[in-house]
C-alpha cells in the first residue's frame, strides 16, 4: 500500500524568504503522480503544483516549485519569497497512475509566516 | 474554472437524526466524486467514490449503512450521515473529477 510520510507537523518562515516543506512516499509504482495541496484557514483545498514521476524535470509555479527525488522517494516543496497569505496546511498528496483517481494524503505541515 | 459548491458549510445536528450534505459541480459534468473525511488537526481521509448512476465504492473501514452515498446526477453527490452520533462529528469533503480534482469547501458537522 502507498503511503505519503510528512515529518514536519509545523515549520515557520520570516516573510519574504525561502521555507522548503519535506514529503517522502512509498510506492512499488513506477508512475504515479504527486501533489502539494494548501489548505488555508477556510479549509478550502487549494492545488499548489503537482509533479508526474514519468517526468524529471521539476515543476514550477510562480514561488512554488518542487524537488522530486524519485529514487528517493522523496517530493519536497520550497515557497520562495513566502508571503503573509502563504499561511496554512500544507498537503502532500500521492496518486497511482490507474483510473481511481484517489488521493493519499500526508498528514500535514502547518506553515507559520512571521511579518 | 471548475467550481464545486458544497452544502452546508456548517451543520449542528442532535444524536440520533440523519444530515445530507450536497456537493455540485457548478459548471461541468462529474461521473466521479469523491468524499473525505478530516478529523481535527488531521489529514483527509477518503471515505469513498461516488460514480453517477452506480453505487459508490466504499474504502475499507467506513460503513456504507452510515454514510449513504448518492450520486443521482452528473452534478450533484449527496452524503447522507444516518443516525449521526457524536464520534460523526468531523470536517467532511467532496471533491469532484474534472481533468483534474477539485474541491468543495467542505462541511464542518456537529453531533451533540
Known amino acids: 500500500a502507498q503511503t505519503v510520510t510528512q515529518s514536519q507537523p509545523e515549520m515557520s518562515v520570516q516573510e519574504a524568504e525561502t521555507v522548503t516543506l519535506s514529503c517522502t512516499y512509498d510506492t512499488s509504482e513506477s508512475d504515479y503522480y504527486l501533489f502539494w495541496y494548501k489548505q488555508p484557514p477556510s479549509r478550502q483545498m487549494i492545488l499548489v503544483i503537482r509533479q508526474e514521476a514519468y517526468k524529471q524535470q521539476n515543476a514550477t509555479e510562480n514561488r512554488f516549485s518542487v524537488n522530486f527525488q524519485k529514487a528517493a522517494k522523496s517530493f519536497s516543496l520550497k515557497i520562495s519569497d513566502s508571503q503573509l497569505g502563504d499561511a496554512a496546511m500544507y498537503f502532500c498528496?500521492?496518486?497511482?497512475?490507474?483510473?481511481?483517481?484517489?488521493?493519499?494524503f500526508g498528514s500535514g505541515t502547518r506553515l507559520l509566516v512571521r511579518p | 474554472g471548475a467550481v464545486v459548491s458544497q452544502h452546508p458549510s456548517r451543520v449542528i445536528c442532535k444524536s440520533g437524526t440523519s444530515v445530507k450534505i450536497e456537493c455540485r459541480s457548478l459548471d461541468f459534468q462529474a461521473t466521479t466524486m469523491f468524499w473525505y473525511r478530516q478529523f481535527p488537526k488531521q489529514s483527509l481521509m477518503l471515505m469513498a467514490t461516488?460514480?453517477?448512476?452506480?453505487?459508490?465504492?466504499?474504502e475499507q473501514g467506513v460503513e456504507k449503512d452510515k454514510f449513504l452515498i448518492n450520486h443521482a446526477s452528473l452534478t450533484l453527490s449527496t452524503l447522507t450521515v444516518t443516525s449521526a452520533h457524536p464520534e460523526d462529528s468531523s470536517f467532511y469533503i467532496c471533491?469532484?473529477?474534472?481533468?483534474?480534482?477539485?474541491f468543495g469547501s467542505g462541511t464542518q458537522l456537529s453531533v451533540l
Open positions: 471533491s469532484a473529477l474534472h481533468g483534474g480534482l477539485f
Open positions: 461516488s460514480n453517477e448512476g452506480s453505487k459508490a465504492t466504499y
Open positions: 498528496a500521492f496518486r497511482p497512475m490507474d483510473s481511481s483517481y484517489k488521493l493519499i
